[in-house]
T-cell receptor, first 113, second 114 residues
Framework: TQLLEQSPQFLSIQEGENLTVYCNSS?????LQWYRQEPGEGPVLLVT?????EVKKLKRLTFQFGDARKDSSLHITAAQPGDTGLYLC?????????????FGKGTKLSVKP | DVKVTQSSRYLVKRTGEKVFLECVQD?????MFWYRQDPGLGLRLIYF???????EKGDIPEGYSVSREKKERFSLILESASTNQTSMYLC?????????????FGSGTQLSVL
């Protein structure tokens, strides 16, 4: 069974701090997605990374896909209260079907003003 | 923008009742999914469908069935609800592509089975 381990599970920080969330596996993925879920809503896609070593930036968020395509990280610079939410990574296994997206258990981020 | 609409935000049912959760998407997506989300367990796939009348079991199909009679609508059925099916249920849709496509989620249905 392929697993995606996310860490940390919970993170509570002050506005303006930096943070990094990790998503690790022993398996190779053809692509990896990051979603953010706000309370009472469904997850919303932030980014998809496809190539090993790829780095993508979305304003203050930086996403990296590991060289071996087994891990990924999300770095937030100068966190804002609006960044509060549940961050989920999701990997598409190599050769998997459309229904085979594997989700991590999520990192619950709270940014206090 | 794609919209995935789930019929109820909150639902309270009794043990043994038959429960229908409805999901409609408006972007002509081929794929539709049902997940349940529980604290500490993340999102787990119940069933998915890649075409009308087609369905595939996910990781936890026991106690559930699905129906897809029209492309835009995907229903999740709990034949006889049990307390361990209390959960947040999320519907999602995506295009059928060559690689894993972006999932569009509904806002979820919080189901409580008493």
């Amino acid at each position: 069974t392929q697993l995606l381990e996310q860490s940390p599970q919970f993170l509570s920080i002050q506005e303006g701090e930096n943070l990094t969330v990790y998503c690790n596996s022993s398996s190779v993925f053809s692509s990896l997605q990051w979603y953010r879920q706000e309370p009472g809503e469904g997850p919303v896609l932030l980014v998809t990374v496809v190539t090993g070593g790829e780095v993508k930036k979305l304003k203050r968020l930086t996403f990296q896909f590991g060289d071996a395509r087994k891990d990924s990280s999300l770095h937030i610079t100068a966190a804002q209260p609006g960044d509060t939410g549940l961050y989920l990574c999701a990997g598409a296994p190599r050769g998997g079907s459309q229904g085979n997206l594997i989700f991590g258990k999520g990192t619950k981020l709270s940014v206090k003003p | 923008d794609v919209k995935v609409t789930q019929s109820s935000r909150y639902l309270v049912k009794r043990t043994g009742e038959k429960v229908f959760l409805e999901c409609v998407q408006d972007m002509d997506h081929e794929n539709m999914f049902w997940y349940r989300q529980d604290p500490g367990l993340g999102l787990r796939l119940i069933y998915f469908s890649y075409d009308v009348k087609m369905k595939e079991k996910g990781d936890i199909p026991e106690g559930y069935s699905v129906s897809r009679e029209k492309k835009e609508r995907f229903s999740l059925i709990l034949e006889s609800a049990s307390t361990n099916q209390t959960s947040m249920y999320l519907c999602a849709s995506s295009r059928l592509g060559t690689r894993f496509e972006k999932l569009f989620f509904g806002s979820g249905t919080q189901l409580s089975v008493l």
